[in-house]
């Protein structure tokens, strides 16, 4: 499956050039891992964020979001947004930073 290269080419933008972010073929589309742990990701043309458990329920009130889901058993702490709600710069910094926080608490692998 490809994956959107413009909605990547936007997240390595905001990641910048920090040295703990790496990039990884994933899921049919490129992951985006702080410290060896996933933090966001593009497949299709939707954006994959890493929350948390505890923060699932809150990012699924948001708007083009759904449960991340891609072999049937549902994956608590994940969730895709749909790539029309991230087309403005400012929702995608929120996911992408809310993606990265999270990974960038885990410890490192």
Do not use: C, Q
Not at 40 to 45: A, K, L
């Amino acid at each position: 499956m490809a994956y959107d290269e413009g909605l990547a080419e936007r997240i390595r933008d905001r990641l910048g050039a920090d040295p703990d972010i790496t990039e990884k073929r994933m899921f049919g589309g490129i992951a985006f891992l702080h410290g060896g742990n996933m933090a966001v990701g593009v497949t299709g043309d939707d954006l994959m964020v890493r929350v948390g458990p505890d923060a699932t329920d809150e990012a699924l009130t948001r708007p083009g979001t759904r449960i991340f889901d891609m072999t049937g058993r549902p994956m608590r702490g994940w969730v895709v947004v749909e790539g029309s709600a991230v087309t403005e710069d400012e929702e995608l910094d929120a996911w992408v930073e809310r993606g990265r926080a999270f990974a960038a608490g885990l410890p490192p692998k």
